[in-house]
Structure formats: structure tokens, C-alpha cells
């Protein structure tokens, strides 16, 4: 997994990202509009998608969405409900047994609060989930959070802080922190 980053706008770095961002959206697209019956139309897609063939027993319910794949690092037996969103420019891994369910965004990457930075970078930072965790309905996983082991993230939650293992996550309410 990568490290916190922060790129530029407007470098040669991210119009590859960009690139990346374009060819993920083609493939997804096509992706979304298989039969579901079409096994081998998927995992070739999937395939062109992550960069690698889907895990021994992993499942993708389409429609899928991401804007770069190729740094989603799904495990053996991850299952993946349909609908979801995974923006994976700063790497999201899921481990062994990891279960997602309809609706979920994981989001790596960002732009920095000041004004000023907001349009000039690009933030990021990965996310992990540990084994057997579970993603409910709708939640969303912010940049840099890791979720422990056998965690459970209830359905609509907003995670910003890393969830310990064994553990139950829930709310979604905003809060105003600062004005500026």
C-alpha cells in the first residue's frame, strides 16, 4: 500500500492519473451493462480493471465502480455487494473474508481544506480493512482508515478514524469543527 500522498494538479503525474481515471471509467461502464449470467464477460472485464484476475472466490455483484483499480487489492473470499464505489488512487486493501455490502464508498483521496491548496492538490492517503470485517449498507470509508479485524461498520456510518478489531462503528452526522 502506499503512503499519505499529495500531488500536484496540473502535473505530469496526475494527467496519468487522469488517464488511469478514464480508461477505469470505460471498462466499468462496459462492465455494468453485461448480463449477470455473463461469468466470463465479467472476469474478463475485472480482469482489465484490478490488472489481475478477481481472488479465488471473491464476489463482485455488479454495477462497480472505480476510478483506478488497479490499486484495489481484494483478497481471497472478499464479497462486494452491488453498487458500490471504490475511489483506490492512494490504495484500499481488503482482507480475507471482508464483506461489503450495497451502496458502500471507500474514498482515498481528497483536496486540502485551505482555499487556496484546494484546487492546486490532490490528496491521499490508503485504506485498509483487516479480515472478516463487515461494511453495512451506504457507509462511507474516508481516506487513511484502517478497520480492524472481525470489526463491524453498521449500514449509513461515516468512518473518518481507524475502527479498532472486534468492534461496532456507527453514526453519520456532520459537525461543524471550524469557520473560517
Known amino acids: 500500500m502506499s503512503s499519505d500522498r499529495l500531488m500536484r494538479i496540473h502535473s505530469a503525474e496526475f494527467q496519468a492519473m487522469a488517464e488511469r481515471v478514464l480508461r477505469a ?52 473470499r472478499v464479497f462486494i455487494n452491488q453498487n458500490c464505489t471504490f475511489l483506490d488512487y492512494a490504495g484500499i486493501r481488503l482482507g480475507e473474508r471482508v464483506m461489503i455490502g450495497p451502496k458502500v464508498t471507500f474514498i482515498t483521496s ?17 485504506i485498509d480493512v483487516a479480515e472478516n470485517a463487515w461494511i453495512g449498507a451506504g457507509a462511507t470509508i474516508l481516506p487513511g ?16 478514524d481507524d475502527v479498532p478489531p472486534a468492534s461496532l462503528v456507527t453514526g453519520g452526522k456532520a459537525t461543524v469543527h471550524r469557520k473560517w
Open 110 to 126: 481528497g483536496h486540502p481544506v485551505d482555499p487556496e491548496e484546494r484546487r492546486l492538490y490532490l490528496t491521499g492517503a490508503p
Open 25 to 76: 471509467t470505460e471498462l466499468t461502464s462496459r462492465l455494468n451493462v453485461l448480463p449477470f449470467e455473463d461469468e466470463a464477460g465479467k472476469a474478463e472485464l475485472f480482469e482489465q480493471i484490478l490488472g489481475r484476475p478477481l481472488p479465488p472466490k471473491a464476489t463482485i455483484y455488479p454495477p462497480f465502480f472505480t476510478d483506478h483499480g488497479l490499486n484495489l487489492d481484494l483478497a481471497e
Open 145 to 160: 482508515v484502517s478497520i480492524g479485524r472481525d470489526a463491524v461498520v453498521a449500514a449509513g456510518a461515516v468512518v473518518a
